[in-house]
């Protein structure tokens, strides 16, 4: 049987194309609600923009400085959302914002006051300030000329953004959903104004073939336009700005998040703790081409670097472990600069242009996600006459636990490592990974104690989770496994220390010949090296 026989049985209620956090987030309402739904990737879930984000759920303190208070408001309550129903996922994170002279602590105080007011539902503490002393007492790296102080505040992170992702597509497929990865949506099929479907190719055989789904949902991100102007060739105004926002992965320089402002340009960015390791970022400057082509460049690590390290001194030569470059799509404005275009989504339904039964989101944030899927699901319901509340409020991610976070915690280390005698930095790590679903991987190592072998001597990650990638989380290649179900790669070795293992793991379970295993490994030598450090 081929992998798009799947697809082409039934006639779907809802096909989404695009397997990043918005269109996973949408199939999961849609099954939560009972509709039949498939979704397409071209390549892997969260490869796109999903996995080169900051990782945050924020209302963000940037888009309050820009009078969005909507879209902060909206994305504070998802963030209380997303703590209560992910909470092995999202936790939250402490920031402190160092003042230093002559920034005026008015301003600064205000804008905080105003986004604790703004998050009037939150579980988390208010902001505080805090004296020069205290600040250098808690973050001793902060450079101590010219500090007046800090303000403390609390948002929240989600260090495995492509899990919550990844979670999304398990839900939908748990509800009876499709996900297919590595297949492409080509082109659209409309008849007399309807849509009737979508051509597909599976891009592990070239095969094609058609979905049919009374519903179309295009959530390609950054790709969005580029779509549709194939799926619907007629001229129309403009509907993104790209923008290309990049990342450095340095070693641990902090204690705590810092969110600092340029000297070159006074935009807000941010150092974030990230497993171990400080990751610094980002950038906001204008993109053309291919989103999976955007790199560092140069002077995207020294703004980042000389930005940083005006507050945080050890960051000036500290060094590089990776860079990491995702796209932007931001809905249309037209004259101001990228950081300065609003990030709220647009929801388009096409029938007006001859296509009824297609929809296509633009822009939006990856703490939205939720609350833009339950619109575009509301509207697809209007075009199904097929009533049903959203449910994702309330239900809990597939993993979450079935419990308060912090009791469930050591009392799930203890299980694993009843179960399969895990060491309890493997227990920990593995129950942060996968909640609840951490004992199904102990299930594998009691049956077979020898997934128990770590994958490389500096990370917690064991043989087992590769079986467990490739069986239940659609993991197809090593980069698949490396960079987006777990984080391996993106620390100092790269994965390159976990490499061999995970390639023959996989080999096992995905029948690999000796030629394609070492294909496969080439492949992601690839796929990281678009990530390498730029020289400067
Ligand atoms: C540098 C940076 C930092 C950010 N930080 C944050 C943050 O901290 N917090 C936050 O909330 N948001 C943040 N964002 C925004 C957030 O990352 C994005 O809004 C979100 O990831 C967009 O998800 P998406 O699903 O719309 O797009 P994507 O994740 O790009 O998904 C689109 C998918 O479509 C697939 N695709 C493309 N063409 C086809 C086709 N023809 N057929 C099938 N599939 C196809 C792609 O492979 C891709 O996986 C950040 C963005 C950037 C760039």
């Not at 509301?378 to 636990?401: I, N, Q, V």
Request: aromatic residues 8%; contains cysteine.
């Amino acid at each position: 049987m081929g992998r798009l026989d799947a697809l082409a049985t039934r006639r779907f209620d809802l096909l989404v194309v695009g397997g990043g956090i918005v269109g996973t987030a949408i199939a999961r309402d849609a099954v939560l609600r009972h509709l039949s739904v498939a979704l397409v990737e071209q390549e892997d879930l969260a490869w796109g923009t999903t996995s080169r984000s900051s990782r945050l759920i924020h209302g963000g303190l940037r888009y309050l400085a820009h009078g969005d208070f909507r879209l902060v408001r909206q994305d504070l309550h998802e963030r209380e959302v997303l703590l209560r129903t992910a909470p092995h996922l999202v936790h939250p994170l402490p920031f402190l914002v160092p003042l230093y002279r002559p920034r005026s602590r008015w301003w600064l105080g205000m804008g905080l006051t105003v986004y604790d007011m703004l998050a009037f539902d939150r579980s988390l503490p208010g902001k505080r300030w805090l004296s020069r002393q205290e600040a250098l007492q808690i973050e001793p790296a902060l450079r101590p000329q010219g500090l007046e102080g800090a303000f403390l505040y609390y948002d929240a992170q989600a260090p495995y953004m492509e899990r919550l992702c990844l979670e999304n597509a398990i839900a939908c497929a748990q509800g009876g959903g499709v996900v297919l990865t590595r297949c492409r949506a080509i082109a659209l099929r409309v008849h007399r104004g309807q849509v009737l479907g979508v051509e597909v190719e599976d891009r592990l055989t070239g095969e094609r073939g058609q979905v049919e789904a009374r519903v179309v949902v295009n959530a390609l991100g950054p790709w969005a336009e580029g779509w549709l102007g194939e799926a619907l060739p007629r001229p129309r105004r403009p509907l993104l700005r790209l923008s290309k926002g990049v990342h450095l992965l340095l070693p641990s320089l902090t204690r705590h998040a810092l969110v600092l402002f340029s000297p070159q340009d006074g935009r807000l960015f941010f150092v974030l703790p990230l497993e171990g390791c400080s990751l610094v970022g980002t950038t906001d400057t204008p993109f053309a081409g291919d989103p999976a082509s955007a790199t560092a460049e140069p002077g995207d690590v020294a703004y980042l670097r000389e930005g940083a390290s005006l507050a945080v001194p050890g960051i000036q030569d500290a060094p590089l472990y990776t860079t990491y470059a995702g796209v932007r799509a931001l809905a249309f404005t037209p004259t101001r600069r990228e950081s300065d275009v609003g990030r709220r989504h647009r929801l388009l339904d096409h029938r007006r242009e001859g296509a009824k039964g297609l929809l296509t989101v633009l822009g939006g944030k990856a703490t939205a996600a939720r609350a833009i899927a339950r619109e575009v699901v509301d509207t697809a319901c209007g075009l199904l006459g097929w009533e049903a509340e959203s449910r994702t409020a309330r239900t809990l991610f597939p993993g979450a636990p079935r419990g308060e976070w912090k009791a469930w915690l050591p009392f799930q280390e203890a299980f694993l490592h009843q179960q399969a005698n895990l060491p309890p930095t493997n227990a920990r790590h593995l129950a942060r990974l996968y909640g609840e679903r951490s004992a199904e991987i102990a299930l594998l190592v009691a049956r077979e104690p020898s997934l128990a072998e770590p994958l490389c001597p500096h990370h917690p990650d064991i043989l087992a989770q590769v079986r467990y990638a490739v069986q239940q989380e659609w993991a197809l290649t090593p980069g698949d496994f490396l960079l987006r179900r777990t984080l391996i790669g993106l620390s100092p070795c790269r994965g390159l220390d976990a490499l061999d293992k995970v390639v023959s793991e996989m080999g096992r379970a995905l029948g690999w010949s000796p030629a394609e295993a070492q294909c496969q490994r080439e492949g992601y030598l690839q796929e990281i090296a678009l990530w390498n450090t730029p020289r400067v």
